[in-house]
Nanobody, 125 residues
Framework: VQLQASGGGLVQAGGSLRLSCVAS????????MGWFRQAPGKEREFVAA????????YYADSVQGRFAISRDFAKDTVWLQMNSLKPEDTAVYYC???????????????????WGKGTQVTVSS
């Protein structure tokens, strides 16, 4: 089982990036998929999650209204559209999958069923 994240890079404040995560090795339609991030010197934190069957999306307060998560269930792919980026969004972004409701992801923390390797996002001021 593998979660392959891509799309990170360097962008100026106010710019946009789109992250992608492709899952392979099993079917993830019954899994919640989403994103966490870890900034230098900080703990990994929840960013966004997309529930199974399109039953809800959830966001951290810090990205609400700026980031949008979307998903293709047939392709086991999840995207994170990041707009109006700020320097404080600089972090390594990780794709994750878990069977538990995305509503709880901000509480579950690092206890995800599957993790992808991170992709670096750097926002310059």
């Amino acid at each position: 089982v593998q979660l392959q994240a891509s799309g990170g890079g360097l962008v100026q404040a106010g710019g946009s990036l789109r992250l992608s995560c492709v899952a392979s090795g099993r079917t993830f339609s019954s899994y919640v998929m989403g994103w966490f991030r870890q900034a230098p010197g900080k703990e990994r934190e929840f960013v966004a999650a997309s529930n199974w069957g399109g039953h809800g999306t959830y966001y951290a307060d810090s990205v609400q209204g700026r980031f949008a998560i979307s998903r293709d269930f047939a392709k086991d792919t999840v995207w994170l559209q990041m707009n109006s980026l700020k320097p404080e969004d600089t972090a390594v972004y990780y794709c994750a999958a878990d069977t538990r409701d995305g509503f709880s992801w901000h509480l579950i923390g690092n206890d995800m069923d599957y993790w992808g390797k991170g992709t670096q996002v750097t926002v310059s001021s």
